[in-house]
């Protein structure tokens, strides 16, 4: 197989999945959607966290949402709990990594927040931590996974959202996990800018 073979078919591969996972994640996109609206009209915000190439997602969605997305727009309330280096290093530190997500979801989140939970398993223990300290403080949980679900699939309660990639795969969890961050982002814009 050539290089230009091998990388063809990542794309043939990522393109495949997302036309297979469209009608499967439409509905869960568009209902945690709503809920994210809900929370942001009623003066809420969004926590969102995750590991490696999930912090990254969650990262990315709280600059879409506290910046902008595609059209202009005031800033939305959004925290990536991934990215203060002395909040997270102090926990892992004094506590445990495991919660490092946990103990800033029980110290900033708020009665109708909301927790974008992102795990490309469903199994990572932080995340886990986190949506357990987000159902202490009656936050709903979006949860992003693959495959089964994982442990967190276990977990969610039904006033929560499971966004779950039907792949094994990681890298092409990842890719559908960017596209369904996009689609919230374009949907939250759109119900708050005045759409259907």
Do not use: W
């Amino acid at each position: 197989m050539t290089l230009t073979t091998r990388i063809g078919k990542h794309f043939d591969d990522s393109a495949q999945l997302k036309l297979d996972s469209k009608n499967v994640l439409a509905q869960p996109i568009a209902d945690a959607a709503q809920a994210m609206v809900a929370c942001l009209m009623n003066d809420g915000k969004i926590l969102a966290c995750g590991n490696g190439g999930s912090a990254g997602d969650a990262q990315h969605f709280a600059a879409e949402l506290i910046n902008r997305f595609e059209v202009e727009r005031p800033g939305l309330a959004a925290i990536a709990l991934t990215t203060d280096s002395s909040v997270l290093t102090s926990i892992a530190n004094d506590y445990d990594y495991v919660q490092i997500f946990s103990k800033q979801v029980r110290a900033l989140g708020m009665d109708g927040d909301v927790l974008l939970a992102i795990s490309t398993s469903g199994n990572s223990a932080n995340v886990i931590e986190a949506i357990q300290a987000a159902h202490e403080r009656n936050m709903p949980v979006v949860a992003l996974t693959g495959g089964s679900g994982g442990k967190i699939a276990a977990l969610l309660k039904p006033a929560d959202f499971h966004i779950c990639v039907p792949a094994k795969r990681t890298a092409r969890i990842q890719e559908v996990h960017l596209l369904a961050i996009h689609c919230l982002c374009d949907v939250i814009d759109h119900v708050i800018l005045g759409g259907e």
